[in-house]
């Protein structure tokens, strides 16, 4: 059986289970814990307390940090960057920053401070610091690039970095001086070719170098009694069998779980919790019934613990935005509000020539198998030449715009562009539909079992009306957004003047399509 069925297979078993929210609430999950693009995940414990560092690449604020109790139900903590720096592009200047920007963290905490040290793409290691998993975060900035890195803290607080990647597989441990601002010795260590996603962690006299091989989309995991070698390596599981990027964390009764990544279609990456036990000091993945995958149910890591679920639906009364959402680049803050029309969120027209290269687009990640956002949408201010409006943002973008002719009057247009290596191509599905109300209900569902999306329009709210018909979802790393594919509220002009949308609320649903 070919790789692609057999992960059909493993993704299958966990869909058709996921109807309801992970935790089964019988002591046991279901995997994944998080149906959504949490890629390259690092999972730290902290007494009773797990935290989860995720990639946002380009989005912002960036770097998200997720807080559990058992591993299963998960909540927003903060994120760690509140905007991207060092580069135009962040802010769409010169070019954009999809598929670059803040990716695989390592998370560590030490004597009552959380670190969390990442590689911005073409910018040098960062050192981020905090006493509060809420920030604010300071940082030190390294002399170098560490690639994927993994910070390692002993206990008596010497700090270690290991990287590794570019396709390369040589594995260099960085020192770090006491403060951990600079790196004081740089030695390579270890070498299995491909390897890159470092974690590092030790358990009794081994220390573990769990890394990723993007070529098979395999997780190996090396061990030695010395951090300087020599290590010996094993395989360990791949996305057939669970995943590929990701490592262990200890529970607090002693006993260990692991975290790993698999590719999943167009929702992206998604990170699996697996049981994990030990053979002659090697980790295995699953149980001893099953040993050597990450199985598609369990029993819970913590018992006892309330279901939880991550915020989603928003009603844009509080006076900032909620942790569930990020901006597709550094926002302009002077072209949007939550507080000049109260319980609203005003978004003015950014000046773009596309929606590609348009600031300000509101993004909040899809959900499986299916989910659904709407939004209702005050159009009365809006002039000629602003394009907002609600759809979805990745490798395709599909989008219901609301616009305003020469006549003064307002339509409705529909368009999807997929990211293609060669450039954007638009395809217009609708050109013109003209409507008779300011106020306009605009949906967009993304079913991630057909990997398929329909945007629609209702001028009640009651009575929808698909648009366009259906269209494409996907996920690349070499093109789009390098993420599982995003709901997205936007609006630009090329000349941009006084118009405006109030954004009434967004309500995020997960229904299925019959």
């Given at each position: 059986m070919s790789l692609i069925a057999v992960l059909s297979v493993f993704l299958g078993a966990m869909q058709g289970a996921q109807a309801r929210p992970a935790d089964n609430g019988d002591g046991t999950y279901t995997n994944p814990p998080l149906y959504a693009d949490y890629p390259d995940p690092d999972i730290i414990r902290v007494g009773e307390d797990f935290y989860f560092a995720s990639t946002t690449f380009a989005n912002s604020p960036g770097l998200t940090l997720l807080h559990s109790k058992d591993l299963v139900n998960w909540e927003f903590a903060s994120h760690i960057v509140p905007r991207l720096n060092g580069m135009e592009q962040y802010d769409l200047k010169h070019g954009n920053a999809y598929r670059g920007g803040l990716f695989a963290a390592s998370l560590r905490h030490h004597k009552g401070v959380f670190y969390a040290v990442v590689t911005p793409v073409k910018q040098n290691t960062r050192v981020y610091y905090s006493k509060d998993i809420k920030g604010p975060w300071a940082y030190h900035e390294l002399d170098r690039a560490a690639f994927d890195p993994a910070m390692f803290i002993e206990p008596d607080g010497k700090a270690y970095i290991a990287t590794s990647g570019g396709w390369d597989g040589t594995v260099t441990l960085l020192s770090l001086s006491s403060d951990y601002s600079k790196v004081t010795d740089a030695r390579k260590i270890h070498y299995y070719k491909g390897a890159e996603g470092s974690k590092l962690v030790k358990r009794g006299e081994y220390y573990y170098l769990f890394n990723a091989l993007p070529a098979s989309l395999t997780l190996i995991v090396s061990r030695a009694k010395?951090?300087?070698?020599?290590?010996?390596?094993?395989?360990?599981?791949?996305?057939?069998?669970?995943?590929h990027q990701g490592g262990i964390v200890d529970l607090p009764d002693g006993n260990w779980y692991g975290f790993v990544m698999v590719d999943a279609g167009a929702i992206g990456r998604m990170t699996n919790i697996s049981p994990v036990f030990w053979e002659d000091d090697w980790p295995v993945w699953g149980t001893k019934e099953a040993p050597g995958r990450v199985p598609a149910s369990a029993i819970k890591p913590v018992q006892g613990k309330p279901v939880t679920q991550l915020a989603t639906s928003d009603d844009f009364s509080a006076p900032v935005?909620?942790?569930?959402?990020?901006?597709?680049?550094?926002?302009?803050?002077?072209?949007?509000?939550?507080?000049?029309?109260?319980?609203?969120?005003?978004?003015?027209?950014?000046q773009a020539n596309e929606f590609w290269t348009a600031r300000n687009t509101l993004t909040q990640k899809g959900q499986?198998?299916?989910?659904?956002?709407?939004?209702?949408?005050?159009?009365?201010?809006?002039?000629?030449?602003?394009?907002?409006?609600f759809g979805t943002l990745g490798k395709f973008n599909g989008h219901i715009v609301i616009q305003r002719d020469a006549a003064d009057k307002l339509f409705l247009s529909m368009q999807v562009i997929e990211d293609t290596a060669i450039g954007r191509q638009t395809e217009v599905r609708v050109p013109s539909l003209p409507v008779a109300v300011n106020k306009i209900h605009l949906r967009t569902d993304m079913d991630f079992r057909k990997n398929q999306a329909e945007v629609a329009y209702s001028l009640d709210g009651k009575v929808w009306h698909v648009m366009g018909g259906s269209f494409e979802l996907a996920y690349d790393w070499r093109t789009g957004t390098f993420q599982g594919q995003q709901f997205a509220l936007f609006c630009y002009n090329p000349h941009p003047g006084q118009g405006y949308i109030d954004v009434d609320a967004f309500r995020f649903t997960k229904q299925p399509w019959f």
């Open positions: 010395n951090l300087y070698g020599p290590w010996e390596s094993h395989t360990q599981i791949d996305d057939r069998s669970g995943g935005l909620g942790l569930q959402w990020q901006w597709n680049h550094n926002p302009d803050d002077t072209r949007w509000s939550l507080r000049e029309r109260r319980g609203y969120l005003r978004l003015e027209p950014v499986g198998p299916w989910s659904r956002g709407e939004v209702e949408i005050d159009a009365g201010n809006l002039q000629a030449g602003d394009m907002c409006g």
